[in-house]
C-alpha cells in the first residue's frame, strides 16, 4: 500500500464530507429565519441515512465488482454490482482486488461515500421552506439508490459512459451537479413555488453564513476534486491548482457582470459564482492546464449569472439557485472539457462524446427523479401544509427555533 496516496484520500474524505455542513451554511443563510434549521437537518440528515444506504447497498451495488464480485451487465456493458460485499464486510478480505492500486478498499468506498452524501444535499436548495421532512428524507434515500448509484456506475465503475462511450468526468460534473440540478428543477417543478413568490419579497435572513459556508466549500472542494486523482501526484496537483484558479475566476467575473448589469456587487454574488466555478471545474479539473481553468471559470461566472433568469423565464421556484448553478455550471464545465483538455484526452472527438454524456445524465436523472417523486407525493405528500409554510418550518416540524432574542 502506498501510504502517502492513502493520506491523501483520508484526508480528502474528511474535507468532502466538511462540504455538506458547508452546504447547509450557504442554504441557510438564505432562506427566512423561521426555516433555518429546518434547511440545516435537511443538509445534515443526508450524512446520516446515505451513510446506513451506503454502507449496506450502495457502496455494494455501484463499485462491488470492481472488488471481485459479479456485476450485472446488458450486452456485455456493465450496469450496476451485486449484493456480494452488502454491508461492505470483507472489501478488503483476503480474495478481493484493489478498486484503485495503493490504497485500502475501505478508503475508496468512503472516499465515494462522501460524494453520496452531498450530492442529494445539493437538491434541496431547490424545494426550500416547502418540502416535508419525512418526504425529503424517504426521496434522498431512493434518489440514491435509484438514480445516483447507476449513474456513479456508468461513469467511474466501468459502465457505458466511461467506458463504452469514453466520456470524462474526473470528480463530478456528471454524476453530481448535472445530476442533482435536474433532480432539483424536476421536484421544484412538481412541487410549486413558495407562498407569496412572484408577488411579494423573499430576503436571504443572514448572508454572512451563506459567506462562511461558501468559505467551507471552497475549502472542501480541494478534497472533492484533487482526492479524485486517488493518489498524491501530479494530477492531484494540478486539479488543486485548477480548483483555485477555476472558483477565483468565476467569483471575480461574477462581481462585474452583477455590476455592470445590476449596478450592485454583492457578497451573495461573489459567493455564487465562487460555487458555480467550483461547480463548472470539477469534471475537468485533472484535465486541463491552469489557462484552461480560467477560461472555464470566466465562463461559469458570466453564463450562470445569466442563467438565474431561466427560473423567472419559465416560472419556477428554484429557491436558492441550484438549477443556474449546479446544472448549468456542470454543463459547462463538461462540454468545456471537451474542447480545453490537454494531453491525452485532447481531441475533436472528446467534445461529441461529453455532449452525448450530457444528454445521457440530463435523461435519466430528469425521468427518474420525476417517477420518485410522483410515487412520493401519492403516499405521503411532497409538501407541507400552508399553515405549516406560513408559520415556518423550524416551529411547524421540528418544534425548535434557530434565534431566541428574548425568553
Avoid at 25 to 41: D, E, T
Avoid at 301 to 312: D, E, I, M, N, Q
Avoid at 331 to 340: A, F, T
Wanted: hydrophobic fraction near 55%; proline fraction near 2%.
Amino acid at each position: 500500500m502506498d501510504s502517502g496516496a492513502t493520506a491523501w484520500i483520508l484526508t480528502s474524505s474528511a474535507l468532502v464530507l466538511l462540504m455538506t455542513p458547508g452546504l447547509a451554511l450557504f442554504y441557510g443563510g438564505m432562506v427566512r429565519g423561521k426555516n433555518i434549521l429546518a434547511m440545516l437537518l435537511k443538509n445534515y440528515i443526508a450524512m446520516g441515512v446515505i451513510t446506513i444506504v451506503w454502507t449496506l447497498i450502495g457502496g455494494t451495488l455501484a463499485f462491488g465488482h470492481l472488488i471481485g464480485g459479479s456485476a450485472f451487465e446488458i450486452s456485455g456493458t456493465t450496469i450496476l454490482g451485486n449484493l456480494d460485499y452488502f454491508g461492505l464486510r470483507g472489501i478488503d478480505g483476503e480474495g478481493t482486488e484493489s478498486i484503485v492500486g495503493g490504497i485500502p478498499n475501505s478508503a475508496f468506498m468512503m472516499f465515494q461515500l462522501m460524494f453520496a452524501i452531498i450530492t442529494p444535499a445539493l437538491i434541496v436548495g431547490a424545494v426550500a421552506e416547502r418540502m416535508k421532512f419525512g418526504a425529503w428524507t424517504l426521496f434522498i434515500i431512493l434518489w440514491s439508490i435509484v438514480v445516483y448509484v447507476p449513474l456513479a456506475t456508468a461513469v467511474w465503475g466501468g459502465g457505458y459512459i466511461g467506458e463504452n462511450l469514453g466520456a470524462l468526468d474526473f470528480a463530478g460534473g456528471l454524476v453530481v451537479h448535472i445530476n442533482a440540478g435536474v433532480a432539483a428543477l424536476v421536484l421544484a417543478i412538481m412541487i410549486g413555488p413558495r407562498l407569496g413568490y412572484g408577488t411579494s419579497a423573499i430576503r436571504p435572513h443572514m448572508l454572512p453564513l451563506t459567506l462562511i459556508g461558501a468559505g467551507l466549500l471552497w475549502f472542501g472542494w480541494f478534497g472533492f476534486n484533487a482526492g479524485s486523482a486517488l493518489a498524491a501526484d501530479q494530477a492531484a496537483a494540478d486539479a488543486f491548482m485548477a480548483t483555485q484558479v477555476a472558483a477565483g475566476t468565476a467569483a471575480t467575473v461574477w462581481l462585474l457582470v452583477e455590476k455592470m448589469v445590476q449596478g450592485h456587487a454583492t457578497t451573495l454574488g461573489f459567493a455564487s459564482g465562487a460555487v458555480a466555478g467550483l461547480v463548472a471545474i470539477t469534471p475537468a479539473a485533472g484535465f486541463v492546464d491552469p489557462f484552461g481553468a480560467l477560461v472555464i471559470g470566466a465562463v461559469a461566472g458570466a453564463v450562470c449569472f445569466y442563467a438565474l433568469r431561466l427560473k423567472t423565464i419559465f416560472k419556477f421556484d428554484d429557491s436558492l439557485d441550484v438549477v443556474a448553478v449546479h446544472l448549468v455550471g456542470g454543463i459547462i464545465g463538461s462540454v468545456l472539457l471537451g474542447v480545453l483538455a490537454v494531453g491525452d484526452v485532447a481531441g475533436g472527438s472528446q467534445l461529441v462524446k461529453q455532449i452525448i454524456s450530457v444528454v445521457i445524465a440530463i435523461v435519466w436523472s430528469g425521468a427518474m427523479t420525476a417517477i420518485l417523486a410522483l410515487l412520493i407525493n401519492k403516499f405521503i405528500g411532497l409538501r407541507v401544509t400552508e399553515d405549516e409554510e406560513r408559520q415556518g418550518l423550524d416551529l411547524s416540524l421540528h418544534n425548535e427555533q434557530g434565534y431566541r432574542l428574548t425568553e
